[in-house]
């Protein structure tokens, strides 16, 4: 009977440590009015949206928790960067909403002409609503330091109030 109590407890511990892994990948207790898109709040639906289609669609390069290729400040073989992250250790902080949805949209090479880049353009493979809300997303997934950073960085590129 003990035993059965001491394998017990350490399930429940383990599932404790899986839900909370997964919610600090989800954002962690960030309140959805303190992330914005273009200055607007996002809702808890947009994260969601996001998310599933990062899921989907960015995860194999960026990774799964946003941590990015492995070292990803060093160029391939082909000249090119590897995936940068998008959590706080990367620099998807330092640019306005208007440029990520830019080079999301347009791949990095439509934003920055010559430029080459494995990231794909997704315009025509993505709606504007489901960049936004990837960009929520990711955004969700920030301390607040970050996106209060990021926030100033957008409202100077003029797209916040």
């Not at 639906?45 to 990062?54: H, M, R, S």
């Not at 000249?79 to 949805?101: N, V």
Request: aromatic share 6%.
């Amino acid at each position: 009977m003990k035993r059965n109590l001491v394998i017990l407890s350490a399930i429940a511990v383990s599932a404790l440590a899986a839900v909370a892994a997964l919610t600090q990948v989800q954002g962690g207790d960030v309140r959805t009015e303190d992330v914005t898109f273009l200055g607007q709040p996002v809702t808890s639906e947009q994260i969601a949206l996001g998310q599933e289609v990062y899921a989907e669609n960015c995860a194999s390069c960026h990774g799964a928790s946003l941590e990015g290729q492995p070292n990803w400040k060093r160029r391939l073989e082909n000249g090119r960067m590897p995936a940068p992250p998008h959590d706080e250790s990367g620099h998807t902080w330092h640019h306005s909403d208007q440029d990520l949805f830019a080079i999301t949209k347009l791949g990095v090479g439509g934003v920055v002409p010559g430029y080459e880049s494995d990231m794909l353009a997704f315009g025509e493979i993505l709606t504007d609503e489901e960049i936004a809300a990837v960009l929520a997303f990711i955004k969700s997934t920030w301390p607040e330091r970050q996106r209060d950073v990021q926030a100033r960085i957008t409202a100077s590129d003029g797209g916040g109030s």
